[in-house]
């Protein structure tokens, strides 16, 4: 048969392949191991030299054809789901893959709905480091050198006199120092501890510190501020109870402690079966500490003050999801991560 009319063939042939077993026996009879154009390719070599270039060129040209036209009926014959040896159907009644989503952390969800309670208050969110230095730890919180309060924190120290802060409370007079009056801030960070961990202690955990400072602010004006902000938070009236308590760089300090929502106040391991659960700690800025931080506080310069607290935020968490456990937040368990 002449070349030209076998490629006329051979091209009807694979336009009326109705399958892809069908489209596979064309292919052998053109082009397998004795297709009739392989042993056409084949005889070239008894033709003389100037016959076999041009014959191979024409040859190989309609072998290229051919392939292409094989290949793109192949597409036809899959797209349109007829069965084959070669066919790759889509089983479009198979189950689909199932996409991961990814989960918040839940003390991320605590910090981002904490943030945006104070800042509907008119609290600016503010950080601070990590790493700190003895001063602004301790020294600058009017913490004195051998004072036992400095036992309280336990402290992760690093070399040349730095360490893990123990606490936000730094930052307050790192923002005082650059800032003047009014002004109310919160900062939420992480602060580290060297102490034994149980149910409610871990070694790190999430501070907020607040602190806000005017004109005549008090002690009435921080209850009303935390009472709102529970409040909100929990979405339902909490039970508050405020303490003595103590801590340097304020005066008079209180602790203050939430009705457990875990055990409904029976008492469970997260309020150390007392129903309540301390949260944070608070009190009026020390007269010594914004001293330190450069702000006078005196009847001349009218009386800036305010008040300062700190509030532990892993405790929150436990408190909204119902978790027994502050360890679980830093577990990395992907059972107890994908209920966010
Ligand atoms: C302080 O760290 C003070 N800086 C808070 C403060 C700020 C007081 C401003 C006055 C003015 P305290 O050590 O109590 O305070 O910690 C604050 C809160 O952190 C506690 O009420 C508690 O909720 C939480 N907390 C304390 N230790 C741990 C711990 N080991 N693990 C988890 N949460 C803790």
Not at 242 to 255: C, I, N
Request: proline content about 4%; some cysteine.
């Amino acid at each position: 048969m002449d070349i030209k009319e076998l490629r006329i063939k051979a091209q009807e042939d694979i336009k009326s392949a109705q399958n892809l077993d069908e489209l596979n026996k064309i292919f052998k009879k053109y082009l397998g191991k004795r297709g009739e154009l392989t042993l056409i390719l084949r005889s070239l070599k008894n033709l003389p030299d100037k016959q076999r270039k041009e014959q191979g060129r024409i040859t190989n040209k309609i072998k290229q054809e051919i392939e292409t036209e094989l290949q793109n009926q192949k597409q036809r014959l899959q797209v349109s789901g007829s069965t084959g040896k070669f066919q790759e159907s889509i089983d479009i009644s198979a189950p689909g893959r199932k996409i991961t989503i990814g989960h918040l952390h839940p003390l991320t969800l605590v910090r981002r709905q904490t943030e945006e309670i104070f800042q509907n208050m008119g609290f600016s969110v503010v950080e601070g480091p990590e790493i700190e230095t003895e001063w602004y730890n301790f020294d600058a919180l009017n913490i004195p050198k051998d004072h036992p309060a400095r036992d309280a924190w336990d402290t992760l120290w690093l070399k040349n006199k730095l360490l893990l802060r123990t606490h936000t409370s730094p930052v307050q007079i790192r923002y005082m120092q650059k800032h003047h009056p009014p002004f109310r801030i919160i900062v939420p960070g992480r602060v580290f501890r060297h102490e034994a961990t149980d149910a409610s202690h871990d070694v790190q955990f999430y501070h907020l510190e607040g602190l806000m400072i005017g004109k005549d602010v008090s002690v009435a004006n921080f209850r009303a501020i935390i009472g709102e902000f529970f409040q909100k938070f929990f979405n339902k009236d909490i039970k508050i109870r405020l303490r003595p308590g103590f801590f340097p760089f304020v005066e008079p300090g209180f602790e203050i402690d939430i009705s457990c929502i875990v055990c409904q106040g029976k008492g469970c391991s997260v309020c150390k079966r007392t129903g309540w659960v301390e949260t944070l700690g608070a009190g009026m800025v020390h007269p010594s500490v914004l001293k330190n931080s450069g702000i006078i506080s005196n009847s001349m310069t009218g009386r800036w003050q305010g008040f300062a607290f700190g509030i532990g935020l892993d405790r929150l968490a436990m408190m909204k999801y119902k978790i027994d456990d502050i360890r679980l937040f830093y577990s990395s368990d992907l059972r107890f991560l994908k209920q966010f």
